[in-house]
């Protein structure tokens, strides 16, 4: 069965501090998909990112980048220069196909990040 | 262009009642999720529609738990009767299907609903 792990339960960082939250799947699909989420105080699940198991380039996006590598099945998520508002839990994914076809969620537990002024 | 919308955001009650969450999907979506997140078990899917059709609700924790999708625009959880272990946040999610050019597995979600039950 698939699974998420993410071993950081919390993290604290002080802002602009450069923060990797990591995260390691098993799956036995070949082709599978790999998502970051944020959950702000706030409490709605904010979509960051969509991996294709295909695709092993690293990606950045303004302050945030993913590394994903399939060797170590590991999709770890660098903050550089942490904000206060990036403060949230941050949810790891990874899609398990079911055999109706769809592609159901798989969510790790969660790393809620601390970023202090 | 609005998200899924989820009401109420806020639901306190009492051992016993009934409580019905409603969520109304992004339009064009195929595909409706519910979700439950609590501590002890994290995000957990408890039904997925696609097409108004429940397709899996093999998540859903017991027979007190019934979702309805009576139109594409339209979804319901009912909790009867409620317990106090039935305390969460629920939430609602759609996705797009591959077939109208979308990403079957990018789940976009809902505010949620915090539920309390006393």
Sequence with gaps: ???????????????????????????????????????????????????????????????YSWNFQKSTSSFNFTITASQVVDSAVYFCALSEALNTGFQKLVFGTGTRLLVSP | DAGVIQSPRHEVTEMGQEVTLRCKPISGHDYLFWYRQTMMRGLELLIYFNN????????????????????????????????????????????????????????????GTRLTVL
């Design chain 2, 52 to 111: 108004n059709v429940p397709i899996d609700d093999s998540g859903m924790p017991e027979d007190r738990f019934s979702a309805k999708m009576p139109n594409a625009s339209f979804s319901t959880l009912k909790i009867q009767p409620s317990e106090p272990r039935d305390s969460a946040v629920y939430f609602c999610a759609s996705s797009p299907s591959s077939s109208s050019g979308g990403k079957s597995d990018e789940q976009f979600f809902g505010p």
């Design chain 1, 1 to 63: 069965a698939q699974k998420v792990t993410q071993a950081q339960t919390e993290i604290s960082v002080v802002e602009k501090e450069d923060v990797t939250l990591d995260c390691v799947y098993e799956t036995r699909d070949t082709t599978y998909y790999l998502f970051w989420y944020k959950q702000p105080p706030s409490g709605e699940l904010v979509f960051l990112i969509r991996r294709n198991s295909f695709d092993e380039q690293n990606e950045i996006s303004g302050r």
